[in-house]
Nanobody, 120 residues
Framework: VQLQASGGGLVQAGGSLRLSCVVS????????MEWFRQAPGKQRERVAG???????VYIDSVKGRFTIARDSAQNTVYLQMNSLKPEDTGVYYC???????????????WGQGTQVTVSS
């Protein structure tokens, strides 16, 4: 089971990007999917999350600008980022709680990071 993130890039302030993260492998259930980011010299922080019932959570700095959404059929989570600011710059990581088929093991998985750079 693995996560594959994509969609980062360079954008001017005020622009938009959409990140995607696909979970692949022998999956029984995904109980949560989240996006974190890490800016240079700073700790990794959770940006947004979505759980099985569809409830979402955001850090205050992105509320009203970012939207997390999930396509359960495709085991994919998206992060739509609008009105981007230079302080949104960082490496974005997806994270998921995944229950595997067969043994039903609960895994805490991370995707590779995708760089988001917002120029002023």
């Amino acid at each position: 089971v693995q996560l594959q993130a994509s969609g980062g890039g360079l954008v001017q302030a005020g622009g938009s990007l959409r990140l995607s993260c696909v979970v692949s492998g022998s999956i029984s259930n995904i109980n949560r999917m989240e996006w974190f980011r890490q800016a240079p010299g700073k700790q990794r922080e959770r940006v947004a999350g979505i759980v099985g019932n569809g409830n979402t959570v955001y850090i205050d700095s992105v509320k009203g600008r970012f939207t997390i959404a999930r396509d359960s059929a495709q085991n994919t989570v998206y992060l739509q980022m609008n009105s981007l600011k230079p302080e949104d710059t960082g490496v974005y990581y997806c994270n998921a709680g995944v229950i595997t088929l067969g043994p039903g093991q609960l895994l805490d998985l991370w995707g590779q990071g995708t760089q988001v750079t917002v120029s002023s």
